[in-house]
């Protein structure tokens, strides 16, 4: 533990980042999936502390996802009552559990780097492209949106031609000042100071936002923000109306069979959010720290298990928050536990104050953050890395900007598989001639895929030519492939060929070149 509170500066600096980050995003969820505001809270606060105490990840922040939302609002409105929903939840945590004893966290390790890195640049266009339009004060669709398809009936890019009849000049000033306050803070004016780099810069930004907000009530009411500009937090005139928010799952559902499917589906769906999250962010971490995959399923699956059962959305590792977090400097976990004490803090205690944060300021938070994920040098360093791993990094990009971030993946894997297939393709046998004489050589698994080039391979074999055929490098030779080759054995003497095998005696390869004619070397 003593590790862990070497860097309690950093974390707790960190923590206040990622808490102004999750606060929109744990409401904008709940109202995006149509569930309780204070459900999305709740979420957010068992994300960080429990699943933060619990999870083996150094930097991975956990909450309510939007890749969750379409889901959750089909879960709530198929089962109809949101207690029985609740116990989905719960179910969906017990899943879970048994599948991190299942060892199922090796999912994540087959995702390509390409694909991780794209899903990250993917995000970071995605909270841009979705945060302009709260920077300038048109908040029609709902903070933490991550789909190509919104709610208010527009899409990522038609909304952005709605902006003109709807721009609010308070939220524009305080936009544009909140990201000028941001590239200030990563000036190497500040970053020398060593006063100045440890305060957050969201959390001046924040500061500053409700003071020009202020200012404009007091001396300027006409442009002051209409609430719903301002960050809408559940507020409790006293204890008992605050224990009114908290909601239990009904257990006499069990027998439902749409729970299960519902508590099935949130299990598997939060279960890859979270191992792509968790591969995401140790790919941004500073010091490439490696989280292991079994354990952050049980740590999620005891968090879905606690978030249902106090009325809070499913949890998953969220790349926003975790981003937030490595970006703000973020050292150890006790910013994710630090940010769930403090989001449960605020909550209680000031929710009248956090409710006079502009939505315009924390826009300019998310949309600094998702430059950093998206820099124009990732997009370099790829291309640099050759088209077979430029390609799947950009149609992971494409995709998830045009679907959800689940189905993106999932079209960035497979072209990724595509190119690896065509790597292989290509790589299993070589051709080299000089003048009449050629070598065919076999590496690797020679798979019914490379029966095309070997054909065309023997096909341009000209009269009168030696051909030396190589087998000593294949592990694998498929039947068909074998067939081929024998078929070319067969007819070689017909245009005057003289063919050699030379394989390796220890590793037969079937029914392969019995032809006597051939030499075996």
Not at 139 to 151: K, V
Request: net charge positive; hydrophobic share 50%; proline share 4%.
């Amino acid at each position: 533990m003593k590790k862990y509170f070497q860097f309690a500066g950093n974390d707790l600096s960190a923590s206040i980042v990622v808490l102004l980050v999750a606060l929109p995003l744990c409401l904008g969820v709940a109202l995006g999936s149509g569930a309780p505001l204070f459900s999305g809270i709740i979420a957010g606060i068992v994300g960080g502390i429990v699943v933060g105490i619990l999870s083996g990840s150094n930097l991975s922040v956990s909450g309510p996802a939007a890749g969750l939302t379409v889901i959750v609002a089909a879960g709530i409105l198929k089962l109809q009552v949101f207690e029985a929903f609740l116990l989905a939840v719960v179910i969906a945590g017990v899943l879970q559990i048994l599948l991190g004893y299942a060892k199922a966290g090796v999912i994540g390790d087959y995702i390509p780097n390409s694909v991780i890195k794209g899903m990250l640049a993917a995000i970071g266009l995605i909270l841009i492209l979705k945060q302009f339009p709260h920077l300038i004060g048109y908040d029609a669709d709902f903070e933490g949106d991550e789909t190509f398809l919104q709610s208010d009936t527009h899409n990522t890019f038609s909304e952005l031609f709605q902006l003109s009849g709807y721009l609010t000049t308070t939220a524009i000033v305080v936009g544009i000042v909140s990201l000028l306050i941001l590239v200030f803070f990563e000036t190497g004016m500040v970053k020398k100071n060593r006063v100045l780099k440890m305060i957050p810069s969201p959390l001046i930004v924040v500061i500053v936002g409700v003071i020009l907000n202020e200012i404009c009530a007091s001396l300027y009411p006409a442009f002051v923000l209409e609430p719903k500009h301002l960050v809408s937090l559940p507020v409790a005139k006293d204890a008992k109306s605050f224990l009114s928010f908290f909601t239990f799952p009904d257990f006499s559902f069990l027998k439902n069979k749409d729970v299960w499917i519902v508590g099935f589906t949130l299990a598997i769906v939060a279960s890859l959010e979270t191992l792509l999250g968790i591969e995401a962010v140790d790919k941004l971490d500073p010091l490439k720290r490696v989280t292991p995959t079994n354990r952050e399923l049980k740590a999620q699956g005891v968090g879905n298990i606690v978030s249902g059962l106090l009325g809070g959305i499913p949890i998953t590792s969220v790349v926003v928050r975790s981003s937030a977090n490595v970006s703000a400097g973020g050292k150890s976990k006790l910013s994710t536990i630090f940010h769930g004490i403090l989001l449960l803090l605020f909550v209680v205690f000031i929710p009248i104050l956090l409710n006079k944060i502009p939505l315009s300021a924390l826009a300019a938070v998310l949309i600094f953050t998702g430059y950093k994920l998206a820099k124009v040098s990732l997009f370099k360093e790829f291309y640099q890395k050759g088209w077979d791993q430029f390609i799947p990094f950009v149609a992971t990009i494409v995709a998830i900007l045009f679907t959800d971030l689940l189905i993106g993946i999932i079209i960035g894997i497979l072209v990724g598989l595509f190119f690896m297939v065509r790597s292989n393709f290509r790589s299993a046998v070589m051709v080299v001639h000089d003048q009449n004489n050629y070598l065919i050589r076999l590496r690797k698994d020679v798979s019914f895929l490379n029966k095309p080039i070997v054909k065309a391979k023997l096909e341009t074999v000209p009269e009168n030519a030696y051909v030396l055929i190589d087998t000593t490098r294949a592990d694998f030779i498929d039947k068909d492939v074998i067939e081929e080759i024998n078929n070319f054995l067969v007819h070689a003497h017909l245009k005057n060929i003289r063919v050699e095998l030379k394989k390796s005696h220890n590793k037969p390869m079937h029914s392969l070149l019995q032809n006597p004619k051939i030499v075996s070397l």
